[in-house]
């Protein structure tokens, strides 16, 4: 029988999602949100949360509009996803997937489009 490693292996330190969709869902949560929490929900920097959003906004995947002195987003829950495996599915679905459970402060079900229609 081979050994089973220690937790500092390879194989431990692996997610299933990127911090560019932890992002994401972030603010599909709360469109308001400030990236500070974002970063300090998700264990990365304000700095590396600001860059993903700039990653996500020069993509299409959203847009950042000033209300007052905080920033809102708004996400196009149609854009494909970016890997070519993927890509016949809209970011939307990635959403949905994981938003679809949760619900919102009236107990309705979330809705991945919220931060779009809002």
Known sequence: MGSMGNST???DQWTFLTNHARVLLAIARDPQVRLRDVAAGIGITERAVQIIVADLEA???LTRTRVGRRNRYTIDP??????PAEAGHPVGDLLGAFLHREET???APADPRTAAEA
């Open 59 to 61: 993509a299409g995947y």
């Open 105 to 107: 402060p009236d107990g």
């Open 9 to 11: 292996t390879r194989g």
């Open 78 to 83: 149609s854009v494909a996803l970016r890997h």
